[in-house]
DNA sequence: GCTTATGATTTTAC
DNA sequence: GTAAAATCATAAGC
C-alpha cells in the first residue's frame, strides 16, 4: 500500500469518527486518530490538518509562515490529492443546490419598463416612446412641445445617471470578481479548488451585484414614474386663454353658428391668431359646441353681442369700402378681378372679415365694386344665420341654426334656408342632457 | 371657502 | 378617426 492510499483511510477514519465534512473541506481532529499501526506518519498528517484549520485564527504573517511550511512540507503533495477527492465528493452533494436561478419575474419587469421608458436599451434619439406617446394622446403633433422637451430632457438625464451608475457597478462587478478569483487560484496552491467551484464564486457575486443593480432599477423606474406623473400634471394644468384669444374664438364661434367646425386651415388660422394650439382650437370648439348646446339661453346674449359686433364690424367695412370708393376713381376698374374683395361663403366669411378688419386689412385690396361688395356681404351676413335682420333692424340673433336632433345642420345646408318660424324654444329637444 | 367658468382628458358612439 | 358627451381639475370671482 502506498503512503496515499494509506493517508485515504485514515482520513476516512477521521470522518467516519464523527467529524462532518465542512465546505468541501475535511474537518480533521486536532490530532490524528492514533491508528492501529501507530504510524507516526499520522501523527504528522493530524499536525498538518490542524496546522490547516487554525490558520486563519493567526496573524498574516503567521499564516503566511505556516502557508509556506506546509507548501514544502514532503506530504503536501499526498495530502493535495486526497483533499481533491474528498472535495470531489462532496462536490456532488451540494451540486444540486446550486441551480440557476429562474430570471426574477421583478427584475424583468423593471428591465422592460426601463426598456418601454427609453431609459435602457438603443437611445431613441434622446426621446421617449412614452412621452411621444403621451403627446400624442393628447392629439398635437408639435403640442406641449416645452412640456415635452422638458420631459425629454429629464429623462435623458435619467438615463445618463443610470447609465453612469449601471457601469459603475459592472465594473466594480468585473473588478471584485477578478480579485476573487485570483484569490482562489492563489489559494487553489494551497488547497483543491475546481473550477466550478470558482465558478460558482462568480455566480455569487454577480448575484449579489445584480440584488444591487435592481435597486438601481427599481430607483430609476420610480423616478421615471414620477416625473411622469409630473409631466402629466403639467399637462393637465389649466391655464386661461387670453381674452383676445377667446374673443377670436368666439367671434368664428357665433359668425359660423350654422356650421361650426372651423377646417383644418382654419383651426390653424385661428391657432396662430390666437396664440394657441390647433388642438386647442379644437378642444375649445369641442367644448363650445357643447356647452352652448347644452344651454342655449345662457349664450343668447352672448350670441347677441358677438352678432352685434360682427354687424359693427361688417357695417364699418362696408362704410370704409363706400369711402374708399369714393376717393377713390370710380374709373379705377379692378372689379371683378381676383384682388378685389372676396366673400366666397358662410364658411370663410369670418376671415375675410377678420381680414377686413383686422391687422391683415388691406385698403387697396377693397377696391372699386363697392356696391357688389355690400351685396355679397349682406348676402353672406345673412348666411350666417346669426343676425339675417342685423342691417335691417329686428333681432340681432335667432338660434336656428341646431336641428331638432340637437345636432348641427349639415354645412352645406346654410341657415338662411331653414324655416325662419323656428324659434329659440323649438330647437331645445336636446337640452335635456 | 364656495360656486362658476373653462381648458383638458377620457369615454362612448358612429 | 372624429365628434359628442361626460368628467376632471384648476382658475377666477364673490
Not at 492563489?186 to 455569487?204: A, C, D, F, L, N
Not at 353681442?305 to 379705377?332: C, D, E, F, G, R
Not at 366666397?344 to 383686422?358: A, E, T, V, W, Y
Request: proline residues 4%.
Amino acid at each position: 500500500m502506498d503512503d496515499q492510499s494509506r493517508m485515504l483511510q485514515t482520513l476516512a477514519g477521521v470522518n467516519l469518527a464523527g467529524h462532518s465534512v465542512q465546505g468541501g473541506m475535511a474537518l480533521p481532529p486536532p490530532h490524528g486518530h492514533e491508528g492501529a499501526d501507530g504510524d507516526g506518519r499520522k501523527q504528522d498528517i493530524g499536525d498538518i490538518l490542524h496546522q490547516i484549520m487554525t490558520i486563519t485564527d493567526q496573524s498574516l504573517d503567521e499564516a503566511q509562515a505556516k502557508k509556506h511550511a506546509l507548501n514544502c512540507h514532503r506530504m503536501k503533495p499526498a495530502l493535495f490529492s486526497v483533499l481533491c477527492e474528498i472535495k470531489e465528493k462532496t462536490g456532488l452533494s451540494i451540486r444540486g443546490a446550486q441551480e440557476e436561478d429562474p430570471p426574477d419575474p421583478q427584475l424583468m419587469r423593471l428591465d422592460n419598463m426601463l426598456l418601454a421608458e427609453g431609459v435602457s436599451g438603443p437611445e431613441k434619439g434622446g426621446g421617449s416612446a412614452a412621452a411621444a406617446a403621451a403627446a400624442a394622446a393628447s392629439g398635437g403633433s408639435s403640442d406641449n412641445s416645452i412640456e415635452h422637451s422638458d420631459y425629454r430632457a429629464k429623462l435623458t438625464q435619467i438615463r445618463q445617471i443610470y447609465h453612469t451608475e449601471l457601469e459603475k457597478y459592472e465594473q466594480a462587478c468585473n473588478e471584485f470578481t477578478t480579485h476573487v478569483m485570483n484569490l482562489l487560484r492563489e489559494q487553489s496552491r494551497t488547497r483543491p479548488i475546481s473550477p466550478k467551484e470558482i465558478e460558482r464564486m462568480v455566480g455569487i457575486i454577480h448575484r449579489k451585484f445584480s440584488s444591487i443593480q435592481m435597486q438601481l432599477k427599481q430607483s430609476t423606474c420610480e423616478a421615471v414614474m414620477i416625473l411622469r406623473s409630473r409631466f402629466l400634471d403639467a399637462r393637465r394644468k389649466r391655464r386661461n386663454f387670453s381674452k383676445q384669444a377667446t374673443e377670436i374664438l368666439n367671434e368664428y364661434f357665433y359668425s359660423h353658428l350654422s356650421n361650426p367646425y372651423p377646417s383644418e386651415e382654419a383651426k390653424e388660422e385661428l391657432a396662430k391668431k390666437c396664440s394657441i394650439t390647433v388642438s386647442q382650437v379644437s378642444n375649445w370648439f369641442g367644448n363650445k359646441r357643447i356647452r352652448y348646446k347644452k344651454n342655449i339661453g345662457k349664450f343668447q346674449e352672448e350670441a347677441n353681442l358677438y352678432a352685434a359686433k360682427t354687424a359693427v364690424t361688417a357695417a364699418h367695412a362696408v362704410a370704409a369700402a363706400v369711402q374708399n370708393n369714393q376717393t377713390n376713381s370710380p374709373t379705377t376698374p379692378n372689379s371683378g378681378s381676383s384682388g378685389s374683395f372676396n366673400l366666397p361663403n358662410s364658411g370663410d366669411m369670418f376671415m375675410n372679415m377678420q381680414s377686413l378688419n383686422g391687422d391683415s386689412y388691406q385698403g387697396s385690396q377693397v377696391g372699386a365694386n363697392v356696391q357688389s361688395q355690400v351685396d355679397t356681404l349682406r348676402h353672406v351676413i345673412s348666411q350666417t344665420g346669426g343676425y339675417s335682420d342685423a342691417l335691417g333692424g329686428g333681432s340681432l340673433y335667432s338660434p336656428h341654426n341646431l336641428n331638432a336632433n340637437g345636432g348641427w345642420q349639415d354645412a352645406t345646408t346654410p341657415s338662411s334656408v331653414t324655416s325662419p318660424t323656428e324659434g329659440p324654444g323649438s330647437v331645445h329637444s336636446d337640452t335635456s342632457n
